[in-house]
């Protein structure tokens, strides 16, 4: 299911007023953008939006139209303010629809929890035409139309979601990832990250400074779809790091 040669990108929209307000501390962006780049997909652009249905239009729109697949995680729950499937649905010119087989999942999960009443119910809707995305943890099934993908917003339960797409989207190669690590400003060794960075064209090169036990200090991120380019880069940026006279760390500090 990859195509190598093509460059797979996704984008992330982020609903809901607790994530803006800082009650809750998102943790989605992480895990989906470390699950998308071993699927070969790497996340291009994030939004963090409103429980406000123009809001998550717009949002969708944008990032769907700019992007390979476009992920949405909050809002698909039980209660009035979860509004991700209509605003989805909106989004895509489609009707939202009772899903049968989630009404099927959602009454045997509750059935010696009360039954199924009309907020439950809620968690079968999905944009006419989805298809439904497992969830282990609490019956009410993720939705994909497409390339359009959402998913819980509780992070354990978003993990099991990507969990039961994981080689089912199409994508490019993985993007592989190798640390330097070195006691110096970054400053002083600019020069050569971007030398070595001009030299290796299928590889990316971040600076990530840090201050600790009173010293300054950088880790480097190496990142190439191809293994033997990133390599090639690690062992050029290690050798120019000894040859100025600088010790640096495999892996990182």
Not at 217 to 236: H, M, P, Q, Y
């Amino acid at each position: 299911m990859n195509s190598p040669d093509k460059i797979w990108t996704a984008g992330l929209v982020i609903i809901g007023d607790e994530i803006l307000s800082g009650r809750t501390h998102d943790k989605n962006i992480a895990q989906v953008a470390s699950w998308l780049q071993v699927q070969g997909i790497r996340l291009a652009e994030v939004r963090v939006v409103a429980d406000d249905e123009d809001r998550i239009v717009d949002a969708v729109n944008a990032l769907r139209a700019g992007n390979d697949y476009l992920f949405t995680t909050g809002g698909i729950g039980p209660t009035h303010d979860d509004i991700t499937v209509d605003a989805v649905a909106k989004a895509l010119g489609v009707e939202v629809v009772i899903h049968p087989e989630a009404r099927a999942l959602l009454e045997r999960y509750y059935a010696d929890k009360g039954g199924l009443n009309a907020g439950r119910l809620r968690m079968a809707r999905v944009p006419d035409g989805s298809e439904l995305i497992p969830n282990r943890m609490s019956g009410a099934p993720g939705i994909r139309r497409g390339n359009v993908i959402l998913m819980a917003g509780v992070p354990h339960i978003t993990a099991g979601m990507l969990d039961a797409l994981t080689g089912q989207l199409e994508g490019g190669a993985p993007l592989l990832s190798e640390t330097v690590g070195c006691w110096i400003a970054e400053s002083e060794v600019a020069h050569l990250l971007r030398e070595v960075e001009e030299a290796h064209e299928n590889c990316q090169i971040g600076s990530y400074p840090f201050f600790r036990e009173g010293r300054v200090g950088a880790n480097f991120v190496i990142r190439s779809t191809s293994e033997e380019d990133l390599k090639s880069c690690v062992d050029t940026l290690t050798d120019g790091l000894a040859t100025n006279g600088y010790d640096f760390t495999p892996g990182g500090i």
